[in-house]
Structures are given as C-alpha cells and as structure tokens.
C-alpha cells in the first residue's frame, strides 16, 4: 500500500527553503563584518567564541529551514509525516552541528594563523 498525502505540504517546502536562503545570507553578511573587524595582527584578547555566539541565531534559522525543507520534500515524495520529520530532522542536524563545528575550527585558525595561511593558489609549495 503507497501512501500518498491528499495536501503536499509545497508552502512549507517553500518556507523551509527561503528561511534557510535569507538566514544564510545573514550569517554571509554577519561573518563579512566579523572578519573585517578583527585586527591585521592576531592578539591575545581576540575571542573566537565571541564572534561565534553572534553567528549563532541566523545559523540556527538555516537549520530550522534545513530541516523544514528536508521533511518537507520527503512528505511530496510519500513519507508519512512522522517517517519525514523522523528522518529529516536528525539528518539535517548532525549536517548543521558538523558544519557549525567546522566554522569555529576554522575561524580559531584564522585568526591565530591569518588569512593568507588559506590561500590556496600561492606557490609555498
């Protein structure tokens, strides 16, 4: 027996996608500022996990519309709603928490190595 739902939930779909679209481009726009804040010299009263906390509620938005579109799209393709959120949800959190981890991995290395150490077309090979 195929289970196919009588309302596709597409405005959620749609939802899920634009939420996660315009907090991405916050955390662009708040991760521009950031970076242009810090100084051309690393010091020691910089704090990492400062500039962190003010990324945190656009990244929080991109995964609540990660998550609501991922169980959306699977409910239009025939998951039963709980099956579609059972599934969804975890995936597209453990997706954001590994992203989220990288992020401040990333930012801890820049501003203690710089900027330049990411350059990736230099010749210091």
Known sequence: MYYFPLQPPYFLL?????????????????????????????????KPRSSL???????????????????SGLEIFGFPSSLALGVGLPISLF???????????????IEREGMQSLDLDSDKA
């Open 14 to 46: 749609l939802v899920g996608f634009l939420t996660a679209l315009t907090s991405g481009l916050a955390l662009s726009g708040t991760l521009k500022v950031i970076v242009q804040k810090w100084p051309s010299e690393p010091t020691e009263n910089t």
């Open 53 to 71: 906390k003010q990324l945190l509620v656009p990244f929080i938005g991109i995964t609540g519309g990660t998550c609501l579109f991922l169980s």
């Open 95 to 109: 997706t954001c928490l590994l992203v989220w981890l990288q992020l401040g991995s990333m930012m801890t290395f």
